[in-house]
């Protein structure tokens, strides 16, 4: 991909998946944002790209406020005059608090839908007046095979991701006429390193571990002008893993 002389801003971008699609972005040409809630780490992912001849700056970012969300896309148009490509990645899955849905507190089930569903949401409206001016911009919004298939003990991850996925082709619709396409990726599981995988295998269909790059891969083609007619679609990324149980008739 080509990515000369366009500027994309990754929300999530000092996570694991988030910081790979910014790297990988970068090599690809972009000038890139590296926009997360953790500012320091974001820094420090920023800092890596441009190590590597990159071009890429940081901005700490709470997806859950719209001001905070606002100033990310104002300070970046003020830095480079324009948005090409944003990529919601910020989320996750609390996996930590996963609990059956009458056994979550009402904070937790709040926040997970703020920062995966609302945040993606709220990120998406304030980039695309600016790209609707503009005629192009390119939205990839990350959500998860949850939206698909449910997940017992995390229904407020998996209605967030659905939601994304809903609100995705949606929103496609309404700006594919300004010349802007929007689209999902929707990963299965992908292990961060030094996290437990030996079970992962066996649950895809081709018998190994999904990387971040798996994932930034799909993320740069959705970004680029190769995917130019795509338009409201959700690219699963996850081994075969959501078409079925293995082995079952
Ligand atoms: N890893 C997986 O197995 C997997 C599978 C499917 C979907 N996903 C989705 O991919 C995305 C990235 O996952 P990951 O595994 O890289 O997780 P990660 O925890 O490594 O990265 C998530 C990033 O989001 C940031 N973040 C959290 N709350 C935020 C907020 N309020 N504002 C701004 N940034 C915030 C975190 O600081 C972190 O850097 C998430 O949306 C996740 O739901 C992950």
């Known amino acids: ?41 974001a820094q420090s992912v920023a800092e890596e790209i441009v190590a590597d001849g990159g071009e890429a700056s940081a901005i700490e970012t709470d997806v859950r406020s719209t ?103 949606t929103l496609a619709m309404e700006v594919a006429p300004g010349g802007i396409n929007v689209n999902c990726v929707s990963p299965g599981l992908v292990p961060r390193p030094g996290t437990r995988v030996d079970h992962i295998p066996g649950t895809n269909y081709l018998g190994r571990i999904a990387s971040a790059e798996s994932v930034s891969s799909v993320v740069s083609f959705l970004a680029s002008d190769e995917a130019d007619f795509i338009v409201g679609q959700n690219y699963v990324v996850d081994g075969g893993r959501s078409l079925g149980l293995k082995g079952s008739r």
């Open 1 to 41: 991909m080509s990515f000369a002389g366009r500027v994309a801003i990754v929300t999530g971008g000092a996570g694991y998946i988030g910081s790979t699609t910014a790297k990988r972005l970068a090599v690809d040409g972009a000038a890139v944002i590296v926009s997360d809630v953790n500012g320091e780490l």
């Open 67 to 169: 001001e905070s969300i606002e100033a990310m896309v104002a300070w970046t148009i003020g830095q480079h005059g324009q948005i090409d490509i944003l990529v919601t990645v910020a989320g996750g899955s609390a996996r930590e608090r996963a609990s059956t849905v009458h056994g979550s507190s009402e904070g937790v089930i709040r926040q997970v839908i703020e920062i995966n569903l609302l945040g993606a949401i709220f990120c998406c409206r304030a980039v695309v007046g600016h790209m609707i001016e503009r005629g192009a911009g390119k939205i990839v919004n990350v959500a998860s095979i949850v939206a698909l298939q449910g997940s017992a003990g995390h229904a407020d991850y998996a209605a967030a991701k659905a939601g994304v996925i809903a609100f995705s082709k």
